[in-house]
């Protein structure tokens, strides 16, 4: 059964130029998970810094709920396309795995399958993103109090948007290495 979960590695007729795309593609879905990542690492020390803020001088810092539900939907959208890479979604498994080790085509064609709704409805949360980053961008949308602090909401949304693309992707990347093993070719 061909291994699914890293289908760039392995390219079918293209040599040495396949296997460098592929490789750098590789390195933008680990760089945006090592982004996100890292972001965890950001919300942890700022929810920490507001417990301190709260217990030591009775109020919350500003910004703290907004850029955490911002910081929050990032950090998923960043770390997706490497959770799709690594076959780390929750689907049932059960029909599936029979498929491949009975009827390994059909298998293959049903991870397809899966690949390629993945791929759609991943791609329309990232048409809709476009659609509000224009808009958060174009009527200068702010998250904060003013007077206070602000921050702009475009960056975020031009990150979950990079992060949501990336994952729409990754789905086709996958979507094609399964036809492509299920019609006799390599994954």
Not at 82 to 107: H, S
Not at 109 to 129: E, K, N, P, R
Request: charged share 15%; proline share 5%.
């Amino acid at each position: 059964m061909p291994d699914l979960r890293n289908p760039g590695g392995a390219p079918v007729g293209g040599g040495r130029r396949l296997e460098a795309i592929a490789g750098q593609w590789r390195r933008v879905v680990d760089g945006l998970a090592a982004l996100g990542t890292l972001l965890i690492g950001v919300l942890m020390v700022i929810i920490c810094a507001d417990i301190l803020a709260r217990n030591l001088l009775g109020s919350s810092l500003p910004l703290v709920s907004e850029l955490g539900a911002l910081t929050l939907v990032m950090i998923v959208y960043l770390q997706l396309a490497a959770t799709v890479r690594a076959d780390r979604l929750p689907r049932t498994e059960i029909l599936l795995v029979i498929l491949r080790n009975n009827l390994p085509r059909v298998g293959l064609l049903l991870t397809a399958a899966f690949d390629l709704v993945g791929a759609v409805l991943v791609g329309l949360i990232a048409w809709s993103t476009l659609h509000i980053l224009g808009k958060d961008y174009a009527s200068f949308e702010f998250i904060g109090v003013p007077g206070i602090a602000t921050l702009p909401t475009w960056p975020f949304r031009a990150l979950i948007l990079i992060g949501v693309t990336v994952a729409a992707v990754e789905f086709l990347v996958r979507a094609a290495a399964a036809l492509r093993a299920a019609g006799g070719g390599k994954a």
